[in-house]
């Protein structure tokens, strides 16, 4: 291990040995492929970069210098295909081998990568073609996602090549079959550290999904990220569970990963299984794990006495809200703290708990170090203790890692950093010890009787609830008290729905918390609506009952 995080990061440290500092710095002409992944390779060339395996029992694993010969091979093949500095390449690879070919080669290229779910159908691959002007598509064989690029591109005069990555078909080019014969000398193209480097469609919770654009200094935003928080092992393992189109893959399956010179574990799968994982795990030696709440409380539901977790050292938790049940039931099964952080497409982790801090559970933890976050409340002033207001960002100057822009809205842009702040939209309160606790987007924010309302705190208190699987907060509309908290609620197998466990329910959540947060209304579901990113769409709740 060379310690190059080094190179672009000054910190410092409290008398306890907690991250008190922490400054990035970018090279004018930093890129990611050639002074990340091609200086390991050329001096660190056995360094383990990536093992992955998929459900069919197949097995691959790549050093640093595979990946710098693969990234260099697909350079030249995307170049004799046209694809030149600049283009703006949408990949589309579920969790295959082959992204980590492909996204630090368009990196060399000085292209722009627009990582996509495998989830998509017509409109929305029309929509982001459209939207964006890209002229590529690579796009995995599995599945119906390539039939969407294929009804969409007669509406899509910028697309002009298609490449299929696991199979043959009519009117694409066969990645597979045509790489090998590439040439393995690729020249390194300059790029400014400013240049558009990464786009990624955030489908929200309302609206059209906006283009997130980061530049070429982004991946050095996410050193922290992988040292301090995930605190991911040279010499390890790091498994972040999230398919390669979500920011999720950003925040833990490239980046920060590789700039510690850890090794990257990928299971190529469709259907997650949680038993699949966990053994995975021991038998690869898995040194640390990050995924979604949703996925520990499975894991949670497992026998954890059948399986080998003595190789993990930390465990991590992003995507949403951890809820506090989750947060004990892992540590008292596995002797592992969970360490929580949130962040956004837009971001890195703006708040964490980096190696040495205590977690609180249900905090998402302290201002990360590496930025001056705030809350601020609706005047812009900052909030007293146990006051909820807006999660801000300060941009002057803007820190290495923070959004760009809203590709092509400049309105949009203009609403999210104004006042010298990125405005994220999501809200919290702070405790007298700089403890963060979230409260929830201000879309999501019920406001009822003169009180405020978050569906966090509400949504923690059903899910434990033996009857409860899933559930959304949300505010109707009411004439008496402006709005009342309605629970949409998706049950577990085996439990029906009735009139007296609404009873219980209501009764459950007012013992549980403050009596005026209780849902007056519950209505019973066989799913929630969700974006393609697996994400509640509260708005959809709300969109459904203003139609009634």
Request: hydrophobic share 35%; glycine share 8%.
């Amino acid at each position: 291990m060379r310690n190059i995080n080094l190179r672009y990061i000054e910190e410092t440290y409290d008398k306890d040995g907690i991250l008190s500092s922490f400054k990035t710095r970018c090279p004018e002409n930093f890129n990611f492929g050639y002074d990340i992944v091609d200086d390991i390779a050329i001096n660190d060339p056995g360094r383990r970069a990536l093992v992955w395996c998929n459900t069919k029992g197949e097995e691959r694993s790549f050093t640093f210098a595979d990946i710098k010969r693969y990234s260099d091979k697909t350079a030249n093949y995307l170049s004799s295909l046209g694809i030149r500095k600049g283009d703006k390449v949408i990949v589309v690879l579920k969790r295959h081998y082959q992204f980590w070919f492909i996204a630090p080669a368009i990196h060399k290229m000085g292209a722009v990568l627009i990582p996509a779910t495998f989830m998509l159908k017509k409109h929305d691959a029309e929509y982001r073609i459209n939207m964006s002007s890209a002229s590529a598509v690579i796009c995995t064989a599995d599945g119906d996602v390539a039939d969407a690029f294929d009804e969409a591109e007669a509406n899509c005069p910028t697309l002009k090549t298609k490449i299929i990555v696991g199979g043959s078909r009519k009117g694409w080019y066969d990645y597979n079959a045509d790489i090998e014969e590439q040439p393995e000398k690729w020249e390194r193209v300059e790029t400014k550290s400013t240049d558009p480097f990464l786009i990624y469609f955030s489908s929200g919770t309302s609206g059209y999904p906006k283009m997130v654009l980061h530049d070429y200094s982004y991946p050095i935003g996410h050193i922290l990220t992988a040292k301090h928080w995930q605190c991911v092992d040279p010499e390890g393992l790091h498994i972040s569970i999230a398919d390669t189109g979500w920011a999720k893959c950003a925040w833990g399956k490239i980046y920060g990963q590789w700039i510690m010179e850890a090794g990257l574990f990928v299971y190529d799968f469709d259907k997650f299984v949680p038993d699949e994982i966990l053994s995975l795990i021991g038998k690869y030696k898995v040194t640390t794990l990050c995924c979604p709440p949703t996925m520990y409380r499975f894991f949670l539901r497992e026998d954890l006495t059948k399986y080998d977790l003595s190789s993990l050292k930390g465990c991590y938790i992003a995507g949403e809200p951890l809820n506090p049940d989750v947060f004990n039931g892992w540590k008292k099964a596995t002797g592992i703290t969970l360490m929580e952080a949130f962040g956004q497409t837009e971001t890195p982790p703006i708040i964490c708990n980096i190696r040495g801090m205590t977690p609180r559970p249900g905090s998402a933890g302290k201002a990360s170090p590496q930025f001056d976050v705030k809350l601020l409340d609706s005047d812009g002033q900052p909030c007293e203790v146990g006051q909820t207001g807006e999660i801000v960002v300060n941009m002057n100057p803007r820190p290495i890692g923070i959004i760009i822009e809203y590709y092509r809205d400049e309105a949009r842009t203009a609403e999210a950093m104004r006042d010298g702040w990125y405005h994220t939209g999501d809200t919290a309160w702070q405790d007298e010890d700089g403890y963060i606790w979230y409260v929830g987007r201000n879309d999501d924010i019920i406001k009822s009787s003169g009180y405020r309302i978050g569906p966090f705190e509400i949504e923690s208190v059903l899910l434990h609830h033996p009857a409860v699987s899933e559930c959304a907060i949300t505010g109707v509309p009411d004439p008496i008290r402006g709005a009342v908290v309605k629970a949409t609620i998706v049950l577990r197998e085996g439990v029906e729905p009735s009139e007296e466990l609404k009873h219980e329910l209501q009764e459950y959540v007012k013992h549980e918390t403050a009596p005026y947060k209780y849902p007056r209304i519950i209505e019973f579901v066989d799913a929630l609506p969700k974006t393609v990113n697996g994400k509640i769409r509260r708005s959809g709740i709300r969109e459904k009952d203003n139609a009634k």
